[in-house]
């Protein structure tokens, strides 16, 4: 990916954190994600989107099941992700 690019999307609102989230609870459901606290769902939804978009998560549903929405972490998705908690953790 684009250096540019992955700045823009991890530029925005919340992309950092939801990332993150997914890299740590690896298999969550969307609504889990987004309701984990209680503002910033519909950016929170957004985000996710972008990420996904951008190569860093990817989503699955259980067959038939499209409420069962889950998403994981690329491979890409978890170079970033571990690369942002270190950083986390050096603080």
Not at 34 to 61: Q, T
């Amino acid at each position: 990916m684009c250096v540019s690019k992955l700045w823009d999307v991890l530029g925005r609102k919340y992309a950092i954190e939801v990332l993150i989230h997914i890299y740590k609870h690896p298999g969550e459901m969307q609504k889990t994600i987004i309701e984990y606290v209680n503002f910033g769902r519909s950016s929170r939804l957004e985000r996710i989107e972008d990420l996904k978009n951008a190569g860093l998560i990817n989503e699955s549903s259980s067959g038939g099941n499209w409420t069962a929405i889950t998403y994981h972490v690329t491979k890409e998705g978890e170079r970033v992700a571990k690369g942002l908690c270190s950083i986390e953790d050096q603080e």
